[in-house]
């Protein structure tokens, strides 16, 4: 059973047998279906937002969201961190976790919570993550929506060059840094359409860095070479039935919408939605609009798994 810290919506725990003990919180009315979120990289479960928890409690689901490990409140793993050489040229350590570690995290607390079938919505690494859940783990798995994410393959979903650029830069040491560092690079990656409000980023960055169990740099760092690690999943994704939903920008500096592209054509039947002047970030502006596109795909689904084109 899970450990738990408080109320609903506050941080429980579930202790899970690999060792791992993974944070998450818990939304809604236990009898709606379950989305389960799951965030990407060097994100913990409060870069969803408030705003986009509440707006799917109010669509009817019940709402998980989890810290995956090396973030937020989830354990931080002891094994040290890669050089950034090992980064730069893609080569994990051999004790390296890979994402399918993080996908058997994720299941673990459905299992702690007794919850039997979800629909998954992942994005970016958190997508990589649940696309592995999809694959591996299908009875588990209503329908899945895959947000600015990609298929490992090396030739789609590459970052720009200047993107690479800002993320070669020092990592942050303080609170202070670790607040400019994500203004930086959010408003490099959020797109064209969607300034970032930065009072809000500022709030969400900082509450991140308070949270954080371990170092957060050497989580985000284990974190890539789990992605590494994992390599070219597109024959993995190839055998994911459930439904799946697949949504972009088109204005993504750090996974190229190409990844998202690639994602649609590896995964049977998949429809994909591009919003358009989107980058790699879900401002208040598209939290409507992202969760209403999450909600009819996972209606339309059903809890019988039957799925329905989006038109």
Same mark, same amino acid.
């Given at each position: ?77 002891? =094994?040290? +961190? #890669? $050089?950034?050489? *090992?980064?730069? /040229?893609? @080569? ?75 993320? =070669?830069? +020092? #990592? $942050?040491?303080? *609170?202070?840094? /670790?607040? @400019? ?131």
């Amino acid at each position: 059973m899970p450990e738990t810290s408080g109320a609903e919506s506050t941080d429980r725990y579930a202790a899970l047998p690999s060792g791992m003990r993974i944070c998450f919180r818990d939304f809604g009315d236990k009898a709606d279906p379950t989305i389960l979120l799951i965030a990407g990289l060097g994100e913990d479960l409060t870069f969803w937002t408030d705003a986009f928890f509440g707006s799917l409690v109010a669509r009817g689901f019940r709402v998980v969201a989890i810290d995956n490990r090396d973030v937020g409140q989830s354990t931080f793993v002891a =094994a040290p +961190p #890669p $050089a950034l050489w *090992r980064q730069l /040229a893609g @080569r994990p350590r051999s004790d390296a976790y890979a994402l399918a570690d993080m996908a058997q995290d994720a299941v673990g607390v459905l299992d702690c919570l007794g919850i039997s079938r979800v629909h998954l919505v992942g994005r970016s690494m958190g997508g990589m993550i649940a696309q592995t859940i999809a694959a591996t783990a299908a009875e588990r798995v209503l329908s899945l929506t895959s947000i600015y994410s990609t298929t490992g393959a090396k030739k789609v979903g590459q970052p720009a060059l200047s993107t690479i650029r800002l993320l =070669a830069a +020092p #990592p $942050a040491r303080t *609170r202070t840094a /670790a607040v @400019r560092a994500h203004l930086r690079i959010t408003r490099h990656v959020a797109g064209t359409g969607y300034p970032i409000d930065d009072a809000a980023e500022a709030a969400i960055a900082a509450g991140g860095w308070d949270r954080s169990a371990g170092g957060p740099a050497a989580g985000v760092a284990r974190q890539v070479q789990a992605i590494q690690r994992s390599g070219d999943r597109t024959a993995q994704l190839s055998t994911i039935t459930a439904p799946t939903l697949v949504i972009n920008g088109d204005r993504d500096l750090l996974i190229h919408p190409s990844g998202g592209e690639a994602t649609v054509k590896a995964i049977r039947s998949a429809q994909y939605v591009v919003i358009p002047g989107m980058g790699h970030h879900i401002p208040q502006a598209l939290v409507g609009p992202v969760t209403q596109y999450i909600s009819q795909h996972a209606d339309r689904v059903g809890e019988g798994g039957n799925h329905v084109r989006i038109s």
